[in-house]
């Protein structure tokens, strides 16, 4: 089964510089194009769009600056994929969107499950909807990598905050982690890289892309060494810092099988802002992974229901756009030939 992989960084014209991406530079004029509009710069956009799955042609270098169909049927599935309103153009939420820091995994995955029957869109597989597959209740390893780690937070700060966000999808599936100095035979392999780390994908420096982690079962779990990462915004003042543990817990989700979804609210959901700490699983994560992995015996869907979960889904199934939107990084995904 081939891997899928995690995108890790906006392409060069949504380069970030400090925590602005220079690319909004280019709203003024791209904000509004739509199919027929012949813009400067529409061809980095379809760099962009095609690096995160949403074109064909994924390393094409002689794309023009024409927005045609494919690059409006790309813009409505950005923006179905992310819970905006779906016009096929460049308004400034979806502008805003594409600028923001976020995961590296690709968004376009399996669509069968995108809609329920209320037409609700909701949880998403990668391709194949690979899963760890030993025998239940099953037990993954996970270990850090002895040579790159971050200096400035405690290793044991670090730890706390993985263990966290391991047992928050332990807790509902029968899945449970446990960690091990072993890195080389490690089910779960984490690591903060800079830049080129080997894997075709380099990060990109202060926000953009914030980390990227594979399929099943593969494990690979790498982290942007460049981010500012917090595990207490009292301590960490800085404004672009990235909570850990949100990150964290977003990446078991993928390395699980989940892919991203498109309700805002969920765990899974591809972007994040700095300083917004998302850690709690919601109805729709947990709704995907135990169509994966069954429930945890131990869990109750009420405990999920009577808490401000429930206020969230409600808010989801309404027309809420509260959210302004920073991306974790534009997702998508390749077929990874290692
Ligand atoms: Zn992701
Ligand atoms: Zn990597």
Redesign the pocket.
């Known amino acids: 089964m081939p891997e899928y992989?995690?995108l890790?960084r906006l392409s060069s014209v949504l380069a970030v510089q400090n925590s602005t991406p220079t690319w909004q530079n280019m709203e003024n004029y791209l904000l509004n194009a739509r199919r027929g509009s012949h813009v400067t710069g529409i061809s980095e956009l379809k760099k962009y769009f095609s690096r995160f799955g949403y074109l064909r042609s994924k390393y094409a270098t002689n794309f023009t600056d024409e927005f045609d169909f494919a690059l409006e049927s790309a813009v409505a599935r950005f923006q179905s994929n992310h819970g905006l309103s779906v016009t096929g153009k460049l308004d400034s939420k979806t502008v805003s969107q594409m600028a923001a820091p976020r995961c590296?995994v690709p968004d376009t995955t399996i669509s069968s499950t995108l809609f329920t029957l209320h037409g609700t869109k909701r949880y998403v597989y990668f391709p194949g909807k690979p899963r760890w597959t030993r025998r239940m209740p099953m037990t993954l390893t996970y270990a850090f990598s002895p040579d790159y780690m971050i200096r400035y937070l405690s290793l044991s700060d670090i730890k706390a905050v993985f263990e966290r966000a391991f047992s928050r999808w332990s807790s509902v599936i029968p899945v449970s982690f446990a960690e091990t100095e072993d890195y080389a035979y490690a089910d779960i392999r984490i690591g903060f890289?800079s830049g080129d780390?080997?894997?075709s994908?380099p990060?990109d420096g202060v926000l953009g892309v914030l980390a990227?982690s594979f399929s099943p079962e593969s494990g690979?779990f790498?982290l942007d060494a460049a981010e500012r990462w917090a595990v207490d915004f009292g301590s960490e003042k800085s404004t672009v810092a990235i909570d850990l543990e949100s990150v964290a817990t977003h990446e078991i989700g993928h390395l699980l099988g989940l892919a991203h979804t498109p309700v805002k609210e969920a765990v899974m959901y591809p972007s994040l802002k700095p300083r917004e700490k998302k850690v709690d699983l919601q109805l729709d994560d947990v709704q995907g992974v135990q169509a994966l992995y069954g429930s945890n015996p131990n869990f109750s869907v009420n405990s999920l229901l009577e808490s401000d979960i429930s206020t969230n889904w409600s808010v989801n199934l309404g027309n809420s756009t509260k959210y302004s939107l920073i991306f974790w990084g534009m997702v998508f995904y390749l077929l990874s030939s290692f």
């Open positions: 992989m995690t890790d590296g890289y780390h080997g894997d994908e990060f990227h690979k790498h």
